[in-house]
């Protein structure tokens, strides 16, 4: 059964303060993505990851950094957090396997910054 | 960037009917056309998805149509129930292994 775990579901941060949201596959997935989640806004990809080192800017990577040091370790960093920054974070992975693999997404960590 | 519209934002359907969702999309550096359901507290979870080698999918109560001259596709629900209650995401995959997502789609379906 894949899994994608993230490390927190709730989070609660004080602005200004540096943020790391970890995410963990156990499939030996290739790509690795992180997306943000906000009402009527769907689903944002900020970065993602295609191999061990490597990261390609999303659609909204700005105040966002990534880091992946191992195969099945995705991190986002959020350098100086603030308040529009609270929102649901989903990180997801998928094979290279073909083009129509599934993507498998984490349960969500919720991150309000105060 | 690709652009992916989903249409409508939220639907109520009563216990028995049809629901349908659908979404259109620019260009696509590969043709596969994923649907995602989330439950309330709850990661997306692959639905169903297809290949425009062919025109309709069905899985069960689930149905996917493509119209590839149109650039659009969409998904029905038969029979809908109560439990089928989640937000629906369509996704078409940009020139990585990313997908790019709709907006959403919150169904209720009443009993």
């Known amino acids: 059964d894949v899994k994608v775990t993230q490390s927190s579901r709730y989070l609660v941060k004080r602005t200004g303060e540096k943020v790391f949201l970890e995410c963990v596959q156990d499939?030996?997935?290739?790509?690795m993505f992180w997306y943000r989640q906000d009402p009527g806004l769907g689903l944002r990809l900020i970065y993602f990851?295609?191999?061990?080192?490597?990261?390609e800017k999303g659609d909204i990577p700005e105040g966002y950094s990534v880091s992946r040091e191992k195969k099945e370790r995705f991190s986002l960093i959020l350098e100086s957090a603030s308040t529009n920054q609270t929102s649901m974070y989903l990180c997801?992975?998928?094979?290279?396997?073909?083009?129509?693999?599934?993507?498998?997404f984490g349960q969500g960590t919720r991150l309000t910054v105060v | 960037q690709q652009q992916v519209k989903q249409s409508p934002q939220s639907l109520i359907v009563q216990k028995g009917g049809i629901s349908i969702i659908n979404c259109a999309y620019e260009?696509?550096?590969?043709?596969?056309f994923p649907w995602y359901q989330q439950f309330p507290g709850k990661g997306p979870a692959l639905l169903i998805a297809?290949?425009?080698?062919?025109s309709e999918k069905k899985e069960g109560r689930f149905t996917i149509s493509f119209n590839k001259s149109a650039k659009q596709f969409s998904l029905h629900i038969m029979d809908s129930q109560p439990g089928d209650s989640a937000t629906y995401f369509c996704?078409?995959?940009?020139?990585?292994?990313?997908?790019?997502f709709g907006k959403g789609t919150s169904l209720l379906v009443t009993p």
């Open positions: 997801a992975s998928r094979p290279t396997r073909g083009v129509n693999t599934e993507a498998f």
């Open positions: 499939m030996d997935h290739e790509n």
């Open positions: 990851s295609y191999d061990v080192k490597m990261k």
């Open positions: 260009n696509t550096a590969f043709d596969y």
């Open positions: 297809i290949r425009p080698d062919v």
């Open positions: 996704a078409a995959p940009n020139a990585g292994y990313a997908l790019n």
